[in-house]
């Protein structure tokens, strides 16, 4: 049964003014400087230009001195903060299940010699080949995505990827800690369906669906359409001596003529892109070989099955021609309600992108010239306690319209639209941070004098190296 509505503006304040107060408590240094610092980002008008700029907005009351000390110097304690957002309410699809998506978005800092642990961020170009890599710093977002078109998500963590990093290992340790902090919030028990994890082509879905196999998840990726995967070995045969196989016949999704007949097969109408139609086949896998990401597993390799779809629209929403998209879930023995629930669920994780540019372009995320890779953390964690206060705000928000924009109604208003109104509503929450005392300014270097402190210079890129193969590190090559 739903709340009257004026039920749910009071928990909606409530719920916002206690998430408030529990930000603050994770601030361990410079707690005030970098809590108005979030007040002046949701309360500024317009797009984020400067960070400077933001200690003129009236909620903030500090100098701008206090606000560069708190990103250079301040403290947050991260892991209390995951532990305040995996408890807050979150959307869920149908029939009460979470659906997660993981990405990366580069900081991109090609003019910063003096920032440490960049690495080369791969930056996709409007033509097939403008696509080029720039130094930056790349960050792994973790979010809770919501049913429908929406540009909203919930965003859980975030992850800055070092030089020595492996992006595999490092995103199976952040999706499980997300999953295990859900966990122990109650989003997640014994009995609930299981939490689907999407992801791009960029990442390794069957090694990743191998390391968090004993948690709770369904994990579904984009793989690259010019893959080649296994069939499910073919039962014995009586009579037949010798070891049996391992695999199966090849499956190459370019040569149709590999392809059996799918075990499933359904069209689906769709608003935007006409008929939808899905091929699916169960228990096909890779080969794995002792490279990569394997290269220290001990024994022989496992064999990970899924569910491979092959999902075929009639036009994209401008009425271009599509290229088929395939998938693999790490779920076996799916019905065709789980296919339709599966590629359904990937195409909201493009709503992650409408997240991004939200912080790019309206909240200046990556606007600082910072120098420490560490303020860079402090900042973007300002940000995403920002757009949860949005989240947060959302049934208590006006439609403050342009007039040339259309009216929506509240429940529809983007994150952009509900920051026009925070100030508004900041007024009736939780303020937390203390009245700054009156000081003056700092000396600062004295007229004349010089910086002879010269700051280091870092190289850019992977600072380890690992052998690709068996014979590179000379260990004996080990049989299937």
Sequence with gaps: MSLPFDAVRREAF?????????????LTARRDALFELADAVLCADGAVRSPVDLTLVPEHRRGHGAMYGGLNHGRIDVGRLRTVLAGLPLPRFEGGRLVLAVDVSPWLRSDAPCSAERLFCHVHGRAKTASQFIPGWPYSFVVVLEPGATS???????????PVDDATAVTAAQLRGVVERLMAAGQWRIGDPAIVIVMDAGYDVTRLAWVLRELPVELIGRVRSDRVMRLPKPPRMPGVNGRPPKH?????????????????????ATTNYGKAETRVWDRVHPRLTHRSSWLDHDGELPVIEGTLIRLKVEH?????DAPPVWLWSSRTGATPDDVDRSWQAFLRRFDLEHTFRLFKQTLGWTTPKLRTPDAADRWTWILIVAHTQLRLARPLAADLRRPWEKPVTS???????????????????ACPARVPKPRGAGPGRPPGAKNKHRAPRYDVGKTVKRPETLKAIGKPGRSW
Aim: proline share 7%.
């Design 14 to 26: 409530a719920e916002a003014s206690r998430f408030r107060g529990e930000f603050h408590e994770c």
């Design 152 to 162: 909203w998500t919930a965003i859980l963590d975030v992850l800055r990827l070092g």
């Design 248 to 268: 199966g016949p090849e499956f190459r999704f370019t040569e149709p003529e590999t392809w059996p007949a799918p075990a499933i097969t359904t069209i689906t």
């Design 316 to 320: 994209l929403s401008k009425g271009r």
């Design 411 to 429: 429940g529809r208003l983007t994150p952009a639209r509900v920051r026009r109104g925070f100030r508004n509503i900041r007024a009736n929450l």
